[in-house]
T-cell receptor
Framework: TQLLEQSPQFLSIQEGENLTVYCNSS?????LQWYRQEPGEGPVLLVT?????EVKKLKRLTFQFGDARKDSSLHITAAQPGDTGLYLC???????????FGGGTRLMVKP | KAGVTQTPRYLIKTRGQQVTLSCSPI?????VSWYQQTPGQGLQFLFE???????NKGNFPGRFSGRQFSNSRSEMNVSTLELGDSALYLC???????????FGSGTQLSVL
């Protein structure tokens, strides 16, 4: 069974601060996805990273896939209250069959 | 394009009952996956259906079952409900696999 561990589990910061969320595993994934989930809704895909070492930017969000394709990070610059939500990473196994989700990081950005 | 639709949105059942949840995927999507989300366990994979066939299955007891119809709509059934089955059940659709999932808003099931 492939496991994904996310840290921290909870994060409460002030508007304007920077933060990094981590997603780690001992397993290799063919690709890794990041989702954001708001209360009462399903997760929404933010980005997919496929190549080891890949960096993708989505406005103030920067996603990185580890060189060995076992870990990933999400960095948010100048966080805003609208960034509040549950951030989930999910890895696709090498056969492309299974998508395993991490436990999530619950982010609260206070105005 | 309409998103993934899950019904009902909320459901309250008692122990021992059974429940059926419904999911209508995005038009043209042939893969439908089901997940259980709880505060303690996070998002856990139940099963995936593609073209009416179960393609992958998670580690849940046989009380959890599903099916997919020819129009790609899917249903999930839980029999002999237990208190621990209380959770948000999420359905996700994709064109073919795990490349990009589109989630519905979920069905919040409470078992009393």
């Amino acid at each position: 069974t492939q496991l994904l561990e996310q840290s921290p589990q909870f994060l409460s910061i002030q508007e304007g601060e920077n933060l990094t969320v981590y997603c780690n595993s001992s397993s290799v994934f063919s690709s890794l996805q990041w989702y954001r989930q708001e209360p009462g809704e399903g997760p929404v895909l933010l980005v997919t990273v496929v190549t080891g070492g890949e960096v993708k930017k989505l406005k103030r969000l920067t996603f990185q896939f580890g060189d060995a394709r076992k870990d990933s990070s999400l960095h948010i610059t100048a966080a805003q209250p609208g960034d509040t939500g549950l951030y989930l990473c999910a890895g696709v196994d090498n056969a492309g069959n299974m998508l395993t989700f991490g436990g999530g990081t619950r982010l609260m950005v206070k105005p | 394009k309409a998103g993934v639709t899950q019904t009902p949105r909320y459901l309250i059942k008692t122990r021992g009952q059974q429940v059926t949840l419904s999911c209508s995927p995005i038009s043209g999507h042939r893969s439908v996956s089901w997940y259980q989300q709880t505060p303690g366990q996070g998002l856990q994979f139940l099963f995936e259906y593609f073209s009416e066939t179960q393609r992958n299955k998670g580690n849940f007891p046989g009380r959890f079952s599903g099916r997919q119809f020819s129009n790609s709509r899917s249903e999930m059934n839980v029999s002999t409900l237990e208190l621990g089955d209380s959770a948000l059940y999420l359905c996700a659709s994709s064109p073919g696999g795990n490349e990009k999932l589109f989630f519905g808003s979920g069905t919040q099931l409470s078992v009393l």
